[in-house]
């Protein structure tokens, strides 16, 4: 039993910017514990000689040269933006008002 | 608002300080960390963007070579243990600042760690190395620029909204931490100073980065915080940023001890927080609360591959770092038997790097630092240009000194032979050639001079008769001028006096 607190679900939904109603926390904390639960199968085996691994190709030391390539045009790279001024990217107000 | 603060004196002898250093030095790559775009400086807004630093889905990541090879390189120089293996780490947080809403940085697995900084400093009982230690350097890349518009005073408070420029975005970073400093005592501003401008030398030193801390190619914050006794547990700490000159780094320290002492004194505890410092008031106020490590959710990197230098690569790299800067210093000074104002005059001339090519190129260093920091530094002042762009070489001032140790040029001759050099006219012997510049040797010419001169002022025979060696002074001086400066001043001398019979 991984033990998701409704808080737990409240921290992470600020964290990740999703909105969700009080009276569904218990309902999404349920589900996040039976997803951590199956996953936490693994820690049955042994794996103290197994490295931890963040990426299935085994290579390192993939580089590439510091040259220049092509970027975008300011209208370009805007042109997705849903606001534009002064060639910049228009966003709203980052601070609330105190 | 400003807050209490405590006299300076007076908190220190109350209190232990403990100082921390995060450093923020911006490489000076072509291309961007992960990215081809390029990373000039004053670009139209967002024209050095891809779908990469833009966050566009679907977007991959590649790993800039010369952003690595500088992280070691800086590693190697701050005396650090380079990661046989490490990766990057997706710091996840939303801000307009990144389109990403995660950094690409490193976590625990920095690719460099363990390492150390000796500065010295001025103390009351003379010069002191205190020595900084590092606990990590590692990687990562820099935001977009923010904007703010609207409300009075175009910060982020108040602003009605904000305008984000990405062509910084994904520039190269090193963050360079060091662990807590302890030991200073009252000379923690001063040892604070010393660390930023000694590793700003030793960046320069690398040219791994223009470290222009005005531009904010090298930004620092500073962690402060007291406690009663060397001997007691840290105390909480303030971390103010926007820390952007040495000055300020010195200020900041103070600044933040008496106001620590302050709050303590009074029964207040100190706010661990993010402070901004005031670069007009000389003060800091307060920003954000600190956030919880945990709140940015680090995971390793997936779109990118680890790191795992080879020992051969890193000894490579360790080939190519310069001598320290400070180490080097003191060897100068021992070498060519200056005083530390002598030093700090050849430093401060920008001349260093130039003595130095005339001193391997075989030029005596006193001559070559004459001229480096007198005539050459005059002319460079006067038009305004830097001395590099002074086309005197080492070859030049060898065969200038040569001349001047045989006799056949004196100084003044020598600073026309040099204008000559400036004003593109060939080498040293060609322009003493072309422009007859010979130190006249032949006492006819110049007893001739001395007769002239002297009747030109009856008295002053009889004065240096009399005793008065000083007032040879301006007979030699009117012969200098009848010749034009090509006399040897003490062949005039002697030819004086022996006329005059008088000995000195």
Aim: net charge negative; glycine share 8%; with cysteine.
């Amino acid at each position: 039993m991984s033990g998701i607190s409704q808080d737990d679900v409240a921290h992470l939904a600020h964290l990740a910017r999703i909105s969700i109603p009080a009276d569904q926390l218990g309902h999404y904390a349920d589900q996040l514990g039976a997803i951590l639960d199956a996953v936490a199968q693994v820690s049955s085996l042994d794996t103290s000689d197994v490295p931890a691994m963040s990426h299935p190709v085994p290579m390192t030391n993939v580089f590439r040269e510091d040259i220049p390539g092509v970027s975008l045009t300011a209208a370009q790279a805007l042109s997705g933006a849903p606001a534009v001024e002064d060639e910049r990217f228009r966003v709203p107000r980052i601070l609330d008002e105190e | 608002m400003a807050e209490a603060i405590m006299n300076y004196d007076e908190a220190i002898s109350k209190f232990d300080p403990v100082l921390g250093l995060e450093v923020h030095v911006e490489l000076g790559t072509n291309t961007k960390m992960f990215c081809g775009c390029s990373t000039v400086f004053g670009a139209p807004p967002n024209t050095h963007v891809c779908p990469v630093c833009l966050g566009l889905p679907g977007a991959l990541p590649t790993l800039n070579k010369i952003g690595v090879e500088s992280a070691i390189r800086i590693g190697l120089a701050l005396n650090c243990e380079i990661a046989q293996w490490c990766r990057f780490a997706r710091k996840n947080y939303f801000y307009p600042d990144m389109p990403k809403n995660f950094q690409t940085s490193q976590y625990d697995e920095p690719i460099a760690f363990e390492g150390y900084l000796d500065v010295e400093i001025d103390t009351d009982e003379g010069r002191k190395t205190f020595r900084v230690p590092i606990e990590r350097a590692h990687m990562e890349e820099d935001t977009g620029k923010n904007s703010h518009v609207g409300g009075a005073t175009g910060r982020i408070h108040g602003a009605d909204y904000s305008l984000v420029d990405y062509n910084r975005a994904g520039i190269p970073l090193i963050e360079i931490v060091t662990k807590p400093i302890t030991g200073t005592g009252k000379y923690a501003p001063e040892v604070a100073k010393a660390y930023v401008a000694a590793l700003r030398d030793i960046l320069r030193g690398l040219g791994v980065s223009d470290v222009k801390m005005e531009q904010g190619s090298l930004r620092c914050d500073v962690n402060l915080s007291l406690r009663e006794t060397p001997e007691s547990k840290l105390g909480i700490r303030s971390e103010t940023k926007n820390v952007n000159s040495l000055r300020s780094v010195e200020r900041a320290v103070r600044y933040e001890v008496t106001r620590h002492a302050a709050r303590l004194t009074a029964g207040d505890s100190v706010v661990q927080e993010t402070r901004h410092w005031h670069e007009d008031t000389g003060i800091s106020t307060s920003g954000r609360p600190k956030s919880d490590a945990e709140d940015y959710r680090y995971f390793p990197e997936p779109d990118l591959l680890p790191i795992a230098p080879s020992r051969e690569w890193v000894e490579e790299l360790r080939a190519t770092i310069p001598e320290n800067p400070a180490v080097r210093r003191a060897r100068l000074v021992a070498d060519w038997g200056l005083s530390e104002l002598d030093m700090n005059t050849v430093i401060n001339s920008g001349a260093l790097d130039l003595i130095v090519e005339a001193v391997d190129a075989g030029v005596d260093a006193a001559a070559a630092r004459k001229w480096w920091t007198g005539e050459l530094s005059r002319i460079a002042n006067d038009r305004g240009i830097e001395l590099e762009e002074l086309p005197v070489t080492p070859v030049h001032l060898k065969r200038l000194e040569e001349l001047i140790t045989a006799g056949s040029l004196n100084d003044k001759l020598a600073r026309q032979a040099l204008e000559g050099v400036i004003a593109g006219e060939g080498d040293i012997d060609a322009i003493v050639a072309a422009r007859g510049l010979a130190v006249v040797s032949d006492d006819g010419p110049l007893l001739a001079a001395i007769d002239e001169a002297l009747a030109a002022d009856p008295a002053v025979a009889e004065t240096i008769k009399s005793g008065k060696l000083a007032a040879a002074g301006s007979v030699v001086g009117a012969v200098m001028k009848a010749t034009r400066g090509q006399a040897d001043a003490a062949r005039v001398r002697e030819l004086l006096f022996e006329k005059l019979g008088v000995s000195e």
